[in-house]
């Protein structure tokens, strides 16, 4: 049976570097360190596909949503051409938010449960909510380090694969923002990486003593026979687009 897949809209990633585009249900990283342009790339992504009639929602827990969207017009993206087909989920005020969806629902039934447990399920229901009412297809957090934080995981591999398998479960596609572990902390992320179905990396890679260059490198897409090679990244006039990194 023919898989489906949804497509980047970056020039040549698909083509080249997915060989079709990414498999339909998949939870996919996109991480990377500050500047790499993660947040750009996720919603360039639900953008693309909105227009083209797959409606997305994107979930932002680090700025507002009247940030995101100036950010995205300064890119050349039009948000408002996609205004009911990518809602915007503004959860940047992160616990305190999610702890006034539980005091206005009444998840908190058990007083001994931990609190962490009554923000992931009034989450979940909020998303839940959104995807009968939008009929969602495409998903983006951003970012899964901050959501981690506000969860509170006890058990951080558990959990992970617990909130992975429910967005599965979703029966989405979904782009999680995450930072590049540094190399002072190797253990983090490590469970996330694991479960994943797909990782895309992006990072500033230097050229001279001065000059930088944004590298993306697909380092797995369970079901695809990917391009795992490095490519230098590009935006030009509103596209990303990809090209063979030369070193």
Same mark, same amino acid.
């Given at each position: 049976?023919?898989? /489906? ?54 979930? &932002? ?30 959860? /940047? ?7 006034? *969806? ?5 998840? *908190? ?53 617990? #909130? ?22 190797? /253990? &983090? ?20 003593? &001065? ?9 797995? *897409?369970? /079901? ?10 590009? #935006? ?12």
């Amino acid at each position: 049976m023919p898989k /489906s897949f949804v497509y980047t809209h970056i020039r040549g990633f698909d083509e080249e570097v997915l060989r079709g585009g990414i498999p339909q249900g998949h939870v996919i990283l996109i991480r990377g360190a500050s500047g790499t342009m993660k947040s750009s790339l996720a919603y360039y992504i639900l953008y693309h596909n909105a227009l083209g009639g797959l409606p997305g929602l994107y979930v &932002t827990l680090e700025q507002t949503a009247g940030s995101l969207l100036e950010h995205v017009a300064s890119l050349g993206l039009k948000a408002t051409t996609v205004s009911d087909a990518l809602p915007i989920l503004d959860l /940047s005020r992160g616990r305190e938010h999610l702890e006034e *969806m539980v005091a206005k629902v009444g998840a *908190m039934t058990d007083a001994t449960a931990p609190r962490g447990e009554a923000l992931v399920a009034v989450l979940k229901a909020k998303v839940l909510e959104l995807r009968k009412k939008r009929k969602f297809e495409l998903l983006a957090i951003d970012s899964w380090d901050a959501l981690e934080l506000i969860l509170e995981f006890q058990d951080r591999r558990a959990e992970t694969f617990g #909130f992975f398998e429910w967005l599965r479960d979703l029966g989405v596609t979904s782009l999680l923002i995450s930072e590049e572990p540094g190399w002072q902390a190797p /253990s &983090t992320g490590l469970e996330e990486e694991f479960l994943a179905d797909g990782i895309v990396l992006l990072r500033l890679q230097p050229v001279t003593e &001065t000059a930088y260059q944004r590298r993306v490198q697909c380092v797995k *897409m369970r /079901s695809v026979n990917q391009d795992s090679d490095d490519h230098t990244l590009l #935006f030009e006039n509103g596209r990303f687009e990809v090209a063979r990194a030369i070193g």
